[in-house]
């Protein structure tokens, strides 16, 4: 069976500084792992995709995740974070038939 | 090209009204999905269709909840005799072989705005 669990609901950072947004999964085979980002009363658009090439992968706007087998971890990162960047954030797993498997989201806000 | 779209964005339905959501997937894009999102939780498989093909409904929370997909483009999630736990935004994904930008793709599925259906 496949599932995420996203760490934290909120995370508040201050702009400018770096974020983090926790994730780990589990996964029956060698999964595939997605970042998706809602902002409000928007779709959800993807970030990026982990699909067993480079374990450092990076996406739009500057974030990059980190696939790591060990800690069975997916963890998204940012080096300095942009009021833009404030909107809620899904850690995802492809499961059978290629349906996805979202976590709880957190939502990062980002302070002045 | 066009993303997906999904109309109505909003949908007010009284309790016992039957309800109909309608995506449009990507041109060319087999495979469609759709989800539920529950306030402050995250989307939640419902359905899968290859083409006009249904794959997998093990989402479907209820046997009043139905999709078609009747020429493998166009999709519709009706919900019949809502109750006021069928308030959520309702997504719909495509997914296919090449993106947006005409890249290889790789199981990304592509959202629609959703359907917001509020049960009063």
């Known amino acids: 069976a496949q599932s995420v669990t996203q760490l934290d609901s909120h995370v508040s950072v201050s702009e400018g500084t770096p974020v983090l947004l926790r994730c780990n999964y589990s996964?029956?085979?060698?999964?595939?792992l997605f970042w998706y980002v809602q902002h409000p009363n928007k779709g959800l658009q993807l970030l990026l995709k982990?699909?067993?090439?480079?374990?450092l992968v990076k996406g739009i706007n500057g974030f990059e995740a980190e696939f790591k087998k060990s800690e069975t971890s997916f963890h998204l990162t940012k080096p300095s974070a942009h009021m833009s960047d404030a909107a809620e954030y899904f850690c995802?797993?492809?499961?059978?038939?290629?349906?996805?498997?979202f976590g709880s989201g957190t939502k990062l806000n980002v302070k002045p | 090209g066009a993303g997906v779209s999904q109309s109505p964005r909003y949908k007010v339905a009284k309790r016992g009204q039957d309800v109909a959501l309608r995506c449009d997937p990507i041109?060319?894009?087999?495979?469609l999905f759709w989800y539920q999102q529950a306030l402050g939780q995250g989307p939640e498989f419902l359905t899968y269709?290859?083409?006009?093909?249904?794959?997998?409904k093990s989402g479907l929370p209820s046997d009043r909840f139905f999709a078609e997909r009747p020429e493998g483009s166009v999709s519709t999630l009706k919900i019949q005799r809502t109750q006021q736990e069928d308030s959520a935004v309702y997504l719909c994904?495509?997914?296919?072989?090449?993106?947006?930008?005409?890249?290889?793709?790789?199981?990304?599925?592509?959202f629609g705005p959703g359907t917001r259906l509020t049960v009063t």
């Open positions: 269709f290859q083409n006009e093909a249904q794959l997998d």
């Open positions: 995802v797993v492809r499961g059978n038939f290629n349906k996805f498997y």
């Open positions: 982990y699909t067993s090439a480079a374990t």
């Open positions: 041109s060319g894009h087999v495979s």
């Open positions: 996964s029956s085979y060698s999964p595939s």
């Open positions: 994904a495509s997914s296919g072989s090449w993106g947006l930008a005409g890249e290889r793709n790789s199981y990304e599925q592509y």
